[in-house]
Protein backbone atom coordinates (compact mmCIF):
# COMPACT_ATOMS: atom_id res chain seq x y z
CA UNK A 1 0.00 0.00 0.00
CA UNK A 2 1.39 3.47 -0.64
CA UNK A 3 1.65 6.45 1.39
CA UNK A 4 -1.61 8.38 2.36
CA UNK A 5 -1.95 11.69 0.49
CA UNK A 6 -2.49 14.67 1.90
CA UNK A 7 -6.47 14.97 1.32
CA UNK A 8 -6.96 11.56 2.51
CA UNK A 9 -4.62 12.01 6.13
CA UNK A 10 -6.78 15.00 6.27
CA UNK A 11 -10.05 13.04 5.62
CA UNK A 12 -9.15 10.47 8.16
CA UNK A 13 -7.56 12.94 10.62
CA UNK A 14 -11.27 14.07 10.27
CA UNK A 15 -13.13 11.11 10.58
CA UNK A 16 -10.99 10.60 14.02
CA UNK A 17 -12.28 13.90 15.63
CA UNK A 18 -15.71 12.68 14.15
CA UNK A 19 -16.35 15.67 12.50
CA UNK A 20 -18.23 13.93 9.19
CA UNK A 21 -20.47 12.76 11.22
CA UNK A 22 -21.98 16.12 12.62
CA UNK A 23 -21.60 17.49 9.59
CA UNK A 24 -25.44 17.77 8.26
CA UNK A 25 -26.05 21.16 7.69
CA UNK A 26 -24.25 21.68 4.12
CA UNK A 27 -22.95 25.29 4.65
CA UNK A 28 -21.31 24.33 7.86
CA UNK A 29 -18.58 22.04 5.87
CA UNK A 30 -19.14 23.68 2.57
CA UNK A 31 -15.65 25.76 2.51
CA UNK A 32 -13.86 22.50 3.43
CA UNK A 33 -15.48 20.85 -0.12
CA UNK A 34 -14.60 23.40 -2.06
CA UNK A 35 -11.13 22.85 -0.97
CA UNK A 36 -8.75 21.87 -3.98
CA UNK A 37 -6.67 19.48 -1.34
CA UNK A 38 -9.89 17.12 -1.59
CA UNK A 39 -10.44 16.61 -4.95
CA UNK A 40 -11.99 13.71 -5.34
CA UNK A 41 -14.30 11.79 -2.45
CA UNK A 42 -15.54 8.80 -4.37
CA UNK A 43 -17.24 6.88 -1.09
CA UNK A 44 -17.57 10.32 0.51
CA UNK A 45 -19.65 10.09 3.87
CA UNK A 46 -20.69 13.89 3.20
CA UNK A 47 -21.72 13.50 -0.32
CA UNK A 48 -23.97 10.40 1.12
CA UNK A 49 -25.33 12.78 3.79
CA UNK A 50 -26.30 15.19 1.45
CA UNK A 51 -27.73 12.88 -0.86
CA UNK A 52 -29.51 11.90 1.61
CA UNK A 53 -30.60 14.92 3.23
CA UNK A 54 -31.72 16.09 -0.34
CA UNK A 55 -33.45 13.17 -1.58
CA UNK A 56 -35.70 13.24 1.68
CA UNK A 57 -36.27 16.88 1.32
CA UNK A 58 -37.23 16.14 -2.34
CA UNK A 59 -34.64 19.19 -3.30
CA UNK A 60 -32.32 17.05 -4.53
CA UNK A 61 -31.50 19.62 -7.62
CA UNK A 62 -29.75 21.63 -5.13
CA UNK A 63 -26.63 19.23 -5.39
CA UNK A 64 -25.96 20.69 -8.86
CA UNK A 65 -26.95 24.24 -7.47
CA UNK A 66 -24.20 23.92 -4.51
CA UNK A 67 -21.82 23.10 -6.80
CA UNK A 68 -20.39 20.61 -4.76
CA UNK A 69 -17.24 19.22 -6.00
CA UNK A 70 -17.13 16.32 -8.49
CA UNK A 71 -16.67 13.10 -6.36
CA UNK A 72 -19.14 14.66 -3.79
CA UNK A 73 -22.04 15.85 -6.13
CA UNK A 74 -21.69 11.89 -7.81
CA UNK A 75 -21.88 10.45 -4.16
CA UNK A 76 -24.94 12.37 -3.28
CA UNK A 77 -26.40 12.13 -6.88
CA UNK A 78 -25.91 8.33 -6.05
CA UNK A 79 -27.58 8.18 -2.69
CA UNK A 80 -30.24 10.12 -3.66
CA UNK A 81 -31.22 7.95 -6.54
CA UNK A 82 -30.24 5.21 -3.71
CA UNK A 83 -33.30 6.45 -1.86
CA UNK A 84 -35.28 7.30 -4.37
CA UNK A 85 -34.94 3.27 -5.76
CA UNK A 86 -35.65 1.93 -2.46
CA UNK A 87 -38.85 4.47 -2.18
CA UNK A 88 -40.24 3.72 -5.80
CA UNK A 89 -40.41 -0.16 -4.86
CA UNK A 90 -41.60 0.30 -1.17
CA UNK A 91 -44.24 1.74 -2.77
CA UNK A 92 -44.29 -0.81 -5.90
CA UNK A 93 -44.77 -3.34 -3.10
CA UNK A 94 -47.61 -1.75 -1.33
CA UNK A 95 -49.43 -1.05 -4.52
CA UNK A 96 -49.18 -4.60 -5.16
CA UNK A 97 -50.47 -5.46 -1.56
CA UNK A 98 -53.73 -3.06 -1.97
CA UNK A 99 -53.97 -4.89 -5.15
CA UNK A 100 -54.23 -8.31 -4.03
CA UNK A 101 -56.10 -7.27 -0.85
CA UNK A 102 -58.33 -5.70 -3.40
CA UNK A 103 -59.15 -8.73 -5.60
CA UNK A 104 -59.28 -10.73 -2.84
CA UNK A 105 -61.97 -8.36 -1.40
CA UNK A 106 -63.87 -8.88 -4.72
CA UNK A 107 -63.18 -12.61 -5.35
CA UNK A 108 -64.65 -13.08 -1.51
CA UNK A 109 -67.68 -10.78 -2.24
CA UNK A 110 -67.99 -12.75 -5.77
CA UNK A 111 -68.02 -16.17 -3.65
CA UNK A 112 -70.32 -14.91 -1.08
CA UNK A 113 -72.95 -13.67 -4.06
CA UNK A 114 -72.65 -16.69 -5.66
CA UNK A 115 -72.70 -19.14 -3.16
CA UNK A 116 -69.59 -20.96 -3.55
CA UNK A 117 -67.44 -19.52 -0.84
CA UNK A 118 -67.02 -22.53 0.88
CA UNK A 119 -65.43 -24.63 -2.13
CA UNK A 120 -62.85 -21.84 -2.72
CA UNK A 121 -61.96 -21.66 0.91
CA UNK A 122 -60.74 -25.50 1.15
CA UNK A 123 -60.42 -26.08 -2.62
CA UNK A 124 -60.93 -29.52 -3.24
CA UNK A 125 -62.11 -28.93 -6.74
CA UNK A 126 -60.13 -31.69 -8.71
CA UNK A 127 -58.09 -34.90 -7.49
CA UNK A 128 -55.36 -32.97 -6.19
CA UNK A 129 -57.53 -31.96 -3.25
CA UNK A 130 -54.72 -29.33 -1.84
CA UNK A 131 -57.12 -27.99 0.02
CA UNK A 132 -55.75 -24.46 -0.61
CA UNK A 133 -57.66 -20.75 0.91
CA UNK A 134 -58.07 -19.83 -2.63
CA UNK A 135 -60.09 -17.02 -0.66
CA UNK A 136 -57.25 -15.22 0.99
CA UNK A 137 -54.70 -15.81 -2.56
CA UNK A 138 -53.48 -18.86 -1.57
CA UNK A 139 -52.97 -21.05 -5.06
CA UNK A 140 -52.96 -25.02 -5.00
CA UNK A 141 -51.60 -26.99 -7.59
CA UNK A 142 -53.25 -25.61 -10.22
CA UNK A 143 -51.25 -22.17 -9.56
CA UNK A 144 -55.13 -20.12 -9.12
CA UNK A 145 -56.81 -18.26 -6.63
CA UNK A 146 -60.44 -17.91 -6.22
CA UNK A 147 -60.07 -14.78 -8.94
CA UNK A 148 -61.24 -16.04 -12.65
CA UNK A 149 -57.60 -15.55 -14.43
CA UNK A 150 -57.99 -16.00 -18.56
CA UNK A 151 -55.75 -15.47 -21.16
CA UNK A 152 -57.97 -14.76 -24.49
CA UNK A 153 -61.63 -15.23 -25.45
CA UNK A 154 -61.96 -15.14 -29.07
CA UNK A 155 -62.97 -16.86 -32.36
CA UNK A 156 -61.01 -20.19 -32.67
CA UNK A 157 -61.23 -22.46 -35.83
CA UNK A 158 -58.71 -25.41 -35.07
CA UNK A 159 -60.96 -27.64 -32.86
CA UNK A 160 -62.76 -30.98 -34.60
CA UNK A 161 -64.85 -29.55 -37.40
CA UNK A 162 -68.39 -30.19 -35.65
CA UNK A 163 -67.23 -27.54 -32.82
CA UNK A 164 -65.38 -25.14 -35.18
CA UNK A 165 -67.61 -25.11 -38.06
CA UNK A 166 -67.01 -21.86 -40.55
CA UNK A 167 -67.95 -19.35 -37.98
CA UNK A 168 -65.59 -20.37 -35.29
CA UNK A 169 -65.94 -21.36 -31.75
CA UNK A 170 -65.98 -18.73 -28.92
CA UNK A 171 -63.23 -20.46 -27.15
CA UNK A 172 -62.16 -19.16 -23.50
CA UNK A 173 -58.49 -19.97 -22.68
CA UNK A 174 -58.45 -20.31 -18.65
CA UNK A 175 -54.86 -19.67 -16.71
CA UNK A 176 -53.80 -22.31 -14.45
CA UNK A 177 -54.23 -26.18 -14.74
CA UNK A 178 -54.56 -28.75 -12.43
CA UNK A 179 -52.90 -31.74 -14.71
CA UNK A 180 -49.49 -29.50 -16.73
CA UNK A 181 -48.70 -32.20 -18.40
CA UNK A 182 -44.53 -31.33 -19.23
CA UNK A 183 -45.46 -31.63 -22.58
CA UNK A 184 -48.06 -29.03 -22.91
CA UNK A 185 -48.58 -27.02 -25.81
CA UNK A 186 -50.40 -24.06 -23.74
CA UNK A 187 -47.50 -24.30 -21.22
CA UNK A 188 -47.75 -20.75 -20.70
CA UNK A 189 -51.41 -19.95 -19.57
CA UNK A 190 -50.73 -23.65 -17.32
CA UNK A 191 -48.36 -22.49 -15.35
CA UNK A 192 -50.56 -19.52 -15.22
CA UNK A 193 -47.38 -17.08 -16.23
CA UNK A 194 -50.26 -15.13 -18.47
CA UNK A 195 -53.59 -13.94 -18.33
CA UNK A 196 -55.46 -11.45 -16.26
CA UNK A 197 -57.85 -11.16 -14.04
CA UNK A 198 -61.79 -11.19 -14.65
CA UNK A 199 -65.29 -11.25 -12.68
CA UNK A 200 -67.99 -13.57 -12.65
CA UNK A 201 -70.02 -10.59 -14.44
CA UNK A 202 -67.78 -9.58 -16.89
CA UNK A 203 -67.39 -13.37 -17.70
CA UNK A 204 -71.10 -13.37 -18.69
CA UNK A 205 -70.18 -10.76 -21.06
CA UNK A 206 -67.58 -12.38 -22.81
CA UNK A 207 -70.12 -14.99 -23.16
CA UNK A 208 -72.93 -12.65 -24.45
CA UNK A 209 -70.22 -11.09 -26.66
CA UNK A 210 -68.61 -14.29 -28.37
CA UNK A 211 -72.09 -15.31 -29.01
CA UNK A 212 -72.34 -11.88 -31.06
CA UNK A 213 -69.49 -12.50 -33.12
CA UNK A 214 -70.94 -15.28 -33.95
CA UNK A 215 -69.39 -18.31 -32.43
CA UNK A 216 -71.00 -21.89 -32.76
CA UNK A 217 -70.52 -22.36 -29.04
CA UNK A 218 -69.06 -21.46 -25.81
CA UNK A 219 -65.56 -23.38 -25.70
CA UNK A 220 -64.26 -23.52 -21.87
CA UNK A 221 -60.72 -24.53 -22.59
CA UNK A 222 -58.65 -25.89 -19.15
CA UNK A 223 -61.98 -24.39 -16.60
CA UNK A 224 -61.69 -27.31 -14.35
CA UNK A 225 -60.05 -25.31 -11.38
CA UNK A 226 -62.70 -21.94 -12.04
CA UNK A 227 -65.81 -24.49 -12.49
CA UNK A 228 -68.26 -22.96 -9.58
CA UNK A 229 -67.25 -19.79 -10.86
CA UNK A 230 -68.26 -20.36 -14.59
CA UNK A 231 -71.26 -22.12 -13.40
CA UNK A 232 -72.09 -19.07 -11.98
CA UNK A 233 -71.27 -16.79 -15.19
CA UNK A 234 -73.13 -19.21 -17.47
CA UNK A 235 -76.41 -18.80 -15.24
CA UNK A 236 -76.10 -15.37 -16.08
CA UNK A 237 -75.36 -14.65 -19.52
CA UNK A 238 -78.39 -18.04 -20.28
CA UNK A 239 -80.80 -15.36 -18.06
CA UNK A 240 -79.76 -11.83 -20.47
CA UNK A 241 -79.86 -14.56 -23.82
CA UNK A 242 -77.00 -17.10 -24.41
CA UNK A 243 -78.61 -19.88 -26.43
CA UNK A 244 -75.14 -21.31 -28.50
CA UNK A 245 -73.97 -24.48 -26.68
CA UNK A 246 -71.58 -24.70 -24.20
CA UNK A 247 -68.45 -27.32 -24.69
CA UNK A 248 -66.74 -28.14 -21.57
CA UNK A 249 -62.85 -28.92 -22.86
CA UNK A 250 -60.41 -30.85 -20.55
CA UNK A 251 -57.92 -32.60 -19.44
CA UNK A 252 -60.35 -35.07 -17.61
CA UNK A 253 -58.46 -34.88 -14.31
CA UNK A 254 -61.63 -34.46 -12.86
CA UNK A 255 -63.89 -35.02 -9.80
CA UNK A 256 -67.27 -36.25 -10.75
CA UNK A 257 -68.78 -34.03 -7.99
CA UNK A 258 -66.98 -31.06 -9.74
CA UNK A 259 -68.83 -31.93 -12.69
CA UNK A 260 -72.00 -32.60 -11.48
CA UNK A 261 -72.27 -28.37 -10.60
CA UNK A 262 -72.67 -28.03 -14.58
CA UNK A 263 -75.33 -30.64 -14.98
CA UNK A 264 -78.03 -28.67 -17.24
CA UNK A 265 -75.37 -26.02 -18.05
CA UNK A 266 -72.78 -27.62 -20.47
CA UNK A 267 -73.72 -29.42 -23.56
CA UNK A 268 -71.08 -30.72 -25.03
CA UNK A 269 -67.79 -32.01 -23.23
CA UNK A 270 -64.95 -32.30 -24.66
CA UNK A 271 -62.59 -34.27 -22.55
CA UNK A 272 -59.25 -35.86 -23.00
CA UNK A 273 -58.20 -39.60 -22.52
CA UNK A 274 -54.43 -39.21 -22.15
CA UNK A 275 -53.30 -42.68 -20.77
CA UNK A 276 -54.41 -45.79 -19.82
CA UNK A 277 -51.49 -46.87 -17.92
CA UNK A 278 -50.20 -45.05 -14.54
CA UNK A 279 -47.10 -45.33 -15.48
CA UNK A 280 -46.88 -42.58 -18.28
CA UNK A 281 -49.38 -40.58 -16.50
CA UNK A 282 -46.78 -40.31 -13.76
CA UNK A 283 -43.99 -39.79 -15.95
CA UNK A 284 -45.52 -36.95 -18.20
CA UNK A 285 -48.66 -35.55 -15.84
CA UNK A 286 -47.57 -36.36 -12.20
CA UNK A 287 -50.74 -38.35 -11.68
CA UNK A 288 -50.36 -41.98 -11.66
CA UNK A 289 -54.41 -42.18 -10.78
CA UNK A 290 -54.89 -40.21 -13.74
CA UNK A 291 -56.79 -43.39 -16.46
CA UNK A 292 -59.08 -44.86 -12.94
CA UNK A 293 -60.52 -40.51 -12.43
CA UNK A 294 -60.48 -39.50 -15.80
CA UNK A 295 -62.68 -42.70 -17.15
CA UNK A 296 -64.97 -42.13 -13.88
CA UNK A 297 -65.07 -38.26 -15.32
CA UNK A 298 -65.94 -39.30 -18.61
CA UNK A 299 -68.78 -41.76 -17.29
CA UNK A 300 -70.19 -38.74 -15.64
CA UNK A 301 -70.10 -36.55 -19.00
CA UNK A 302 -71.77 -39.34 -20.73
CA UNK A 303 -74.43 -39.46 -18.04
CA UNK A 304 -75.65 -36.16 -18.12
CA UNK A 305 -75.35 -36.23 -22.04
CA UNK A 306 -76.26 -39.22 -23.31
CA UNK A 307 -77.10 -38.94 -26.99
CA UNK A 308 -75.11 -36.88 -29.58
CA UNK A 309 -76.70 -34.12 -31.44
CA UNK A 310 -75.96 -32.58 -34.77
CA UNK A 311 -77.64 -29.97 -37.10
CA UNK A 312 -76.70 -30.62 -40.59
CA UNK A 313 -76.85 -26.95 -42.38
CA UNK A 314 -77.66 -25.56 -45.84
CA UNK A 315 -74.55 -25.34 -46.85
CA UNK A 316 -73.25 -29.20 -46.38
CA UNK A 317 -71.73 -27.99 -42.91
CA UNK A 318 -72.34 -30.20 -39.69
CA UNK A 319 -72.59 -28.64 -36.11
CA UNK A 320 -72.58 -31.02 -33.18
CA UNK A 321 -75.21 -29.37 -30.38
CA UNK A 322 -74.94 -31.93 -27.96
CA UNK A 323 -72.70 -34.92 -26.72
CA UNK A 324 -69.23 -36.25 -25.96
CA UNK A 325 -66.51 -36.57 -28.11
CA UNK A 326 -63.60 -38.03 -26.58
CA UNK A 327 -60.12 -36.97 -27.65
CA UNK A 328 -56.87 -39.29 -27.29
CA UNK A 329 -53.48 -37.33 -28.54
CA UNK A 330 -50.97 -39.78 -29.71
CA UNK A 331 -47.53 -39.49 -28.15
CA UNK A 332 -44.33 -40.82 -29.46
CA UNK A 333 -43.77 -44.18 -28.05
CA UNK A 334 -47.09 -44.92 -26.86
CA UNK A 335 -48.73 -46.85 -29.69
CA UNK A 336 -49.99 -49.74 -27.19
CA UNK A 337 -51.16 -47.43 -24.72
CA UNK A 338 -52.82 -45.42 -27.27
CA UNK A 339 -54.37 -48.84 -28.47
CA UNK A 340 -55.10 -49.55 -24.94
CA UNK A 341 -57.36 -45.99 -24.77
CA UNK A 342 -58.80 -46.61 -27.75
CA UNK A 343 -59.98 -50.42 -26.90
CA UNK A 344 -61.56 -49.54 -23.70
CA UNK A 345 -63.44 -46.34 -24.85
CA UNK A 346 -64.76 -48.78 -27.71
CA UNK A 347 -65.58 -51.51 -25.33
CA UNK A 348 -67.30 -48.86 -23.09
CA UNK A 349 -69.39 -46.91 -24.87
CA UNK A 350 -69.48 -48.10 -28.55
CA UNK A 351 -70.81 -45.67 -31.09
CA UNK A 352 -72.48 -43.45 -27.95
CA UNK A 353 -69.54 -41.08 -28.10
CA UNK A 354 -67.47 -39.47 -30.46
CA UNK A 355 -63.54 -40.16 -30.28
CA UNK A 356 -61.01 -37.51 -31.81
CA UNK A 357 -57.76 -39.33 -32.63
CA UNK A 358 -55.03 -36.69 -32.94
CA UNK A 359 -51.58 -36.68 -34.34
CA UNK A 360 -50.79 -32.93 -33.42
CA UNK A 361 -48.15 -33.61 -30.75
CA UNK A 362 -45.27 -31.01 -31.23
CA UNK A 363 -42.36 -30.74 -28.94
CA UNK A 364 -42.36 -27.01 -27.66
CA UNK A 365 -38.99 -26.94 -26.17
CA UNK A 366 -36.40 -29.69 -26.05
CA UNK A 367 -36.62 -32.15 -23.04
CA UNK A 368 -33.54 -32.99 -21.33
CA UNK A 369 -35.41 -35.16 -19.30
CA UNK A 370 -37.69 -36.97 -21.45
CA UNK A 371 -35.68 -37.05 -24.34
CA UNK A 372 -38.23 -39.44 -26.02
CA UNK A 373 -40.02 -36.66 -26.60
CA UNK A 374 -38.19 -34.58 -28.71
CA UNK A 375 -39.62 -36.01 -32.28
CA UNK A 376 -43.18 -36.09 -33.50
CA UNK A 377 -45.27 -39.21 -34.14
CA UNK A 378 -44.50 -40.27 -37.62
CA UNK A 379 -47.77 -40.41 -40.11
CA UNK A 380 -47.03 -44.23 -40.03
CA UNK A 381 -47.25 -44.67 -36.14
CA UNK A 382 -50.58 -42.55 -36.89
CA UNK A 383 -52.10 -44.49 -39.79
CA UNK A 384 -51.36 -48.03 -37.55
CA UNK A 385 -53.25 -46.27 -35.20
CA UNK A 386 -56.36 -45.10 -37.03
CA UNK A 387 -56.34 -48.61 -39.20
CA UNK A 388 -56.46 -50.45 -35.72
CA UNK A 389 -59.29 -48.30 -34.36
CA UNK A 390 -61.49 -49.10 -37.68
CA UNK A 391 -60.33 -52.48 -37.17
CA UNK A 392 -62.07 -52.99 -33.68
CA UNK A 393 -64.85 -51.14 -35.02
CA UNK A 394 -65.12 -47.62 -33.92
CA UNK A 395 -67.57 -45.80 -36.79
CA UNK A 396 -67.93 -42.16 -35.07
CA UNK A 397 -64.45 -40.22 -34.84
CA UNK A 398 -62.59 -37.71 -36.07
CA UNK A 399 -59.08 -37.90 -37.78
CA UNK A 400 -56.20 -35.05 -38.28
CA UNK A 401 -55.29 -34.93 -42.17
CA UNK A 402 -51.63 -33.76 -42.91
CA UNK A 403 -48.45 -33.23 -41.23
CA UNK A 404 -48.86 -31.99 -37.14
CA UNK A 405 -49.93 -28.87 -36.33
CA UNK A 406 -47.02 -26.12 -36.09
CA UNK A 407 -46.43 -24.15 -33.56
CA UNK A 408 -48.67 -20.87 -35.06
CA UNK A 409 -51.57 -22.73 -34.04
CA UNK A 410 -50.88 -21.65 -30.72
CA UNK A 411 -52.59 -18.62 -30.25
CA UNK A 412 -51.39 -15.45 -28.66
CA UNK A 413 -52.10 -14.98 -25.13
CA UNK A 414 -52.36 -11.42 -24.71
CA UNK A 415 -55.89 -11.01 -23.35
CA UNK A 416 -57.57 -10.90 -26.28
CA UNK A 417 -61.12 -10.49 -25.93
CA UNK A 418 -61.10 -9.61 -22.03
S1 LIG B 1 -58.50 -26.80 -8.21
FE1 LIG B 1 -56.43 -26.08 -7.78
S2 LIG B 1 -56.43 -25.55 -5.61
FE2 LIG B 1 -58.25 -26.76 -5.99
S3 LIG B 1 -57.67 -28.83 -5.48
FE3 LIG B 1 -57.31 -28.58 -7.66
S4 LIG B 1 -55.21 -27.92 -7.90
FE4 LIG B 1 -55.78 -27.66 -5.74
Not at 106 to 135: I, K, Q, S
Not at 142 to 147: P, Y
Not at 219 to 245: C, E, M, S, W, Y
Amino acid sequence: MGAFSESERGTSEKRKRGIFHRMIIPFLIWPDHRNPVWPDHRNCRFGRTIGTVLQKAAVSPIVEIYGLKDGCKSQAIREGRKIKRRKDSAGRRMAEEAEEKTVNELAEEEARRFGYEELMRDCTLCPRACHADRLSGRRGYCGQTARIQAARAALHFWEEPCISGKEGSGAVFFSGCPLRCVFCQNSVIAEGGVGQTVGVEQLASVFLRLQEEGANNINLVTPTHFVPQIAAALRLAKQDGLRIPVVYNTGSYERVETLRLLEGLVDIYLPDLKYRSAEPAERYSHAPDYFETASSAIAEMVRQVPEAVFEEREDGSVLMKRGVIVRHLMLPGLGMDSRKVLRYLHETYGNRIYISIMNQYTPMRRFESFPELNRRVSRKAYERLVDFAIRIGIENGFIQEGGTAEESFVPLWDGTGL
